[in-house]
């Protein structure tokens, strides 16, 4: 089984102040990971993705996430925030040994940039 | 716009009532995927599609649920006699095998079963 928590429902940073969004993951095999952002009434939209090699991803945007094996991390990050960046952050993972579609989804992290 | 586009956005529908949603994914991909949020939730699995082979359908989907993907293009999501626990938010994405392992994301239909 996979699963993937985003431990914190909320999280409020200053505009220019660097961002971090956690998220800890588990599968029984390795992972492919995913970062998307969810906009009001609107879709989701892909961010970045670890499949394999460097641990440190770059995104769209300006993000970019550190796949931590030890510690089953991949969390956002982001070195000076901008207001536009307030929206629902999701992170997503699925097993790679799986042939299935199955990627779950954590229940997401609300980040609020003032300025 | 070449992305994913879904119809409606918005359905409001009495309980008990038939609906059916499409979903237009981008073009070539072979790849589609039926998700439902709800408020507060991440995207949930309900089914995928490879060309018009329905390959995989999650428990939440009852038989009130159902998809199809006749041509290998476009698909569409009855459910069959809405209960207010249907009202959600009804995503579509898409990608293909071939060169992808991210998923895009439709804008979704927004589903209110009164």
């Known amino acids: 089984a996979q699963s993937v928590a985003q431990p914190e429902d909320q999280v409020n940073v200053a505009e220019g102040n660097p961002l971090t969004v956690k998220c800890t993951y588990s599968v029984s095999g390795n992972p492919y990971l995913f970062w998307y952002v969810q906009y009001p009434n609107r879709g989701l939209q892909f961010l970045l993705k670890?499949?394999?090699?460097?641990?440190l991803v770059k995104g769209s945007y300006g993000f970019e996430a550190e796949f931590n094996k030890s510690q089953t991390s991949f969390h956002l990050k982001k070195p000076s925030a901008l207001v536009s960046d307030s929206a629902l952050y999701f992170c997503?993972?699925?097993?790679?040994?799986?042939?299935?579609?199955?990627?779950?989804f954590g229940a997401g992290t609300r980040l609020t940039v003032k300025p | 716009d070449t992305g994913v586009s879904q119809d409606p956005r918005h359905k409001i529908t009495k309980r008990g009532q038939n609906v059916t949603f499409r979903c237009d994914p981008i073009s070539e991909h072979n790849r589609l995927y039926w998700y439902r949020q709800t408020l507060g939730q991440g995207p949930e699995f309900l089914t995928y599609f490879q060309n018009e082979a329905q390959l995989e359908k999650s428990r939440l989907l009852s038989d009130r649920f159902s998809a199809e993907r006749p041509k290998g293009s476009f698909s569409t999501l009855e459910i069959q006699r809405t209960e207010q626990g249907d009202s959600a938010m009804y995503l579509c994405a898409s990608r293909s095998i071939r060169d992808s392992y991210e998923q895009y994301f439709g804008p979704g239909t927004r589903l209110t079963v009164t």
């Open positions: 670890y499949i394999t090699g460097d641990n």
């Open positions: 997503a993972v699925r097993d790679r040994g799986n042939n299935n579609n199955d990627m779950r």
